[in-house]
Nanobody
Framework: QVQLVESGGGLVQAGGSLRLSCAAS????????MGWFRQAPGKEREFVAA????????YYADSVKGRFTISRDNAKNTVYLQMNSLKPDDTAVYYC???????????????????WGQGTQVTVSS
């Protein structure tokens, strides 16, 4: 099993930046890819970004491309999401997730991910 803990959420004004972190523990050697998702009130969980743990390939939702950057530090078993030029529409609970054993990058369906963090709130004020 893989355990994930997110941190770094908070309140920021539109145009500002935040960096989210996701620390993984447990069977981290089995992780092929990691992703970030978000869920706003009354909406379905949506894909934000994914990264392959070997090679560091990245993939983004169109809504965040050019503003968000996903990265990883394999030595620390940590994945980051740098969020710049934040908009009120980015307000949501952000979750990190670890791909299932059979994960194939750049899977972006929540069903491709088997372990999830508890989520961290990001609020962008206008």
């Amino acid at each position: 099993q893989v355990q994930l803990v997110e941190s770094g959420g908070g309140l920021v004004q539109a145009g500002g930046s935040l960096r989210l972190s996701c620390a993984a523990s447990g069977r981290t050697f089995s992780i092929l890819g990691m992703g970030w998702f978000r869920q706003a009130p009354g909406k379905e969980r949506e894909f934000v970004a994914a990264i392959s743990m070997s090679g560091g390939r990245t993939y983004y939702a169109d809504s965040v491309k050019g503003r968000f950057t996903i990265s990883r530090d394999n030595a620390k078993n940590t994945v980051y999401l740098q969020m710049n030029s934040l908009k009120p529409d980015d307000t949501a609970v952000y979750y990190c997730a670890a791909g299932r054993l059979e994960y194939v990058f750049p899977g972006a369906d929540p069903a491709d991910f088997g372990s999830w963090g508890q989520g961290t709130q990001v609020t962008v004020s206008s």
